[in-house]
């Protein structure tokens, strides 16, 4: 008999935390850089007229698992009442073949989206920056806070949504204010937030939200949002004048936030520093002085999938969490 493990959203938000997730996250882009990890690139099937994608992403780590991520991003969703991002993560044993574990990837996703902002501010931002400009207050947003608040202390947290999300944005600040009391939340504009010590940009944007100058001397971008051709959230002009740190060269530059101003000229790959791995493994310097502005161009890798999914999987059979199918 062969039994699949079930695991929900809501069980892998029970089984992983946002700190573990971070540490584990970072020793996976610490072996992708030493070539310990096999990760093929990330396979798009892109539906324009919908204005979404779905994306296939395997990757194995270490000699006992592999694991493919199937996930899409669709921007009408919310409209619709339904997640922008969904999917499924199907966990594999090496030694066997054979599945173990299928677990919801929405959650998952969030996860290690969250953690690897948090592994780039634990090597690229000021390290007593204490504001936080959260651009986008939807689902990636709660995750990005809490990682980057587990590294840096942050005090106050400024949050800018389009004004047809204002609700959303509110009650955002409302459930943050209530679970972390010590951090004071409050909507400002994208003036305002862009000038926040850190920021995160978890929009679907495909222009640039705010011009360079907004930006502080000594700041650290988190740039999220864009994850697929076309899509942009940052002026060329800023990514011109900042140390940029990508999460892997060929992504960031096929869908990250350079991939419009490569295209359109405005700059050039050569003018991304180098990787995140390299950072942490010491082959790359990071910041190199406190007021230079640091972007980490974040794209989503499956080794930071695969990093929590072994966690949840493993926590799971410890804590006899989920269900299981005969397959
Ligand atoms: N880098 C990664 O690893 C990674 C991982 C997950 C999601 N993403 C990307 O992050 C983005 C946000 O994902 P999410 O799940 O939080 O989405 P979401 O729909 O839950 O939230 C998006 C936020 O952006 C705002 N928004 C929507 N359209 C906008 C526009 N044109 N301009 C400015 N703001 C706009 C919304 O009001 C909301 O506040 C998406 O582009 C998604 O593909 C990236």
Known sequence: MTRLL??????VGRLVGSAESVDVVERA???FGLGRTDMPPKVYLDFPLQRGDLRVMPAAVGDRFAGVKLINSHELNPSRGLPAVV???VLFSQETGIPLCLMAATTLTALRTGAASGVAVRHLARPGSSTLGLIGAGAQAPYQFRAVAGELPIAETIVWAPD???ERRDSFIQAMSQAHPKVAFRAGSLQEAAAADVLCTTTPSRSQLFPAGSVRPGAHINAVGADGPGKQELDPALLRGARIVVDEIHQAVHGGEVNVAISQGLMQEGDIAGT?????????????SDSQITIFDSTGLAIQ????AILAYE??????????IDL
Request: zero cysteines; hydrophobic letters at 35%.
């Open 6 to 11: 079930l695991l929900t959203d809501s069980d």
């Open 29 to 31: 882009f610490a072996d």
């Open 87 to 89: 999917g499924t993560y």
């Open 164 to 166: 047809s999300d204002a």
């Open 276 to 288: 995140l791995a390299g950072v942490i493994n010491g082959s790359l310097p990071g910041r190199t």
């Open 305 to 308: 999938d695969i990093a929590v």
């Open 315 to 324: 926590r799971a059979l410890e804590n006899g969490t989920g269900s299981t």
